[in-house]
């Protein structure tokens, strides 16, 4: 009997889905498919115009826009992985001028994050009254 109860007990801690963290999650390539513009409803974004990133877990990045713009630079989260800091530090393997990212505050939200789903939500103001608001661009794993 006893042997019996471990054995189950073993089947169901196995099962258990282990937690995935947050950078296991963005380290990714993601290609842009939509936006949602504050005020705004969405659209989809064509795929000559979508924003590729690439997430590595070092804290560099790449994104590509429009096949010929290639950007590379660095990312941390916040301290509770709930935004996210990006510095560019180049464009076409031209350097950019850029400030430590340890000293960048991380201002794009983090609204969802899946193995397969990622929406940034971006701060803004608009208008002559400078409304806060935010862009959410919606992100799809490539595969």
């Known amino acids: 009997m006893k042997c019996i109860l471990i054995a189950f007990a073993l089947i169901f801690i196995s099962d258990t889905p282990s937690k995935v963290s947050k950078t296991d999650l963005i380290c990714q390539k993601w290609i842009e498919v939509g ?10 974004v064509d795929k000559q115009s979508a924003e590729i990133l690439s997430f590595h877990k070092n804290g560099t990045l790449e994104k590509e826009l429009y096949g010929n713009l290639k950007f590379k630079g660095l990312w941390k989260f916040s301290n509770d992985s709930n935004k996210i800091a990006i510095e560019w530090t ?9 400030t430590p990212i340890n000293k960048v505050k991380p201002t794009d939200s983090i609204l969802k994050l899946s193995a397969d789903t990622m ?8 208008g002559d009254l400078r409304i806060h608001g935010h862009d959410d661009r919606y992100f799809v794993k490539m595969r």
Do not use: C, M, S
């Open 119 to 126: 929406i940034l939500g971006t701060l803004k103001q608009y």
């Open 35 to 44: 936006l949602k513009v504050f005020g705004k409803e969405y659209r989809t």
């Open 90 to 98: 180049e464009l076409n393997a031209n350097p950019l001028r850029n």
